[in-house]
């Protein structure tokens, strides 16, 4: 897709998404032989419910249908949210990551595993999980020392209650 292209259809689609009560995260025009696919993804502080996307994706198809920000050429809209996996880019991305496992690629070199504990306006703070029964450390991460992030699936995260119950059997 095109700047000019990918800059007029976020001037154009980013008022209907915030209406919404939805950040505009990404817009992408893919080509598959003769048909494409306009992919918007949206996402918010507190996540996007399937509801919400079946709302926005209304809205915009309204919104491209008057409009020739396509082009006369069939197309079709998908409209989703982040994956699992999602690329850390923005502030409020690291906002919405507290509490994830993130994996960071550090400009100095080297990579960095650890969850995001908190989020500010300079930086992270982070929870460096323990190695071979060591105790996980803290550790400040400045913006400035991100060259890229990432957020980690975990199949075995135990969640806080669970987290809570094990100290609770640990004190009896």
């Given at each position: ?78 409209v989703?949210?982040?994956g699992?996996e ?20 550090l400009?100095?070199?080297g ?24 105790k ?6 400045a ?5 890229g ?12 209650a669970s987290?809570?119950?094990d100290?609770?059997?640990?004190e009896?």
């Amino acid at each position: 897709m095109s700047t000019t292209q990918s800059e007029r259809l976020r001037e154009l689609l980013e008022p209907l998404v915030s209406s919404q009560g939805l950040d505009l995260e990404e817009i992408a025009v893919d080509t598959v032989g003769r048909k494409r696919v306009l992919r918007v993804v949206v996402d918010s502080d507190t996540g996007a419910d399937l509801d919400r996307i079946a709302d926005v994706s209304r809205a915009l198809s309204a919104k491209l249908d008057e409009t020739d920000a396509m082009g006369s050429a069939e197309y079709t809209l998908e409209v989703g949210t982040p994956g699992a996996e999602r690329a850390l880019t923005e502030h409020r991305h690291y906002v919405r990551a507290t509490g994830r496992l993130v994996r960071f690629q550090l400009a100095g070199g080297g990579d960095l595993v650890a969850r995001i504990l908190a989020a500010d306006e300079e930086g992270l703070d982070l929870e460096v999980p323990g190695v071979k029964g060591r105790k996980a450390t803290a550790r400040r991460l400045a913006f400035d020392d991100i060259a890229g992030a990432r957020v980690q699936v975990e199949f075995n995260r135990k969640d806080d209650a669970s987290e809570k119950n094990d100290k609770k059997e640990e004190e009896a």
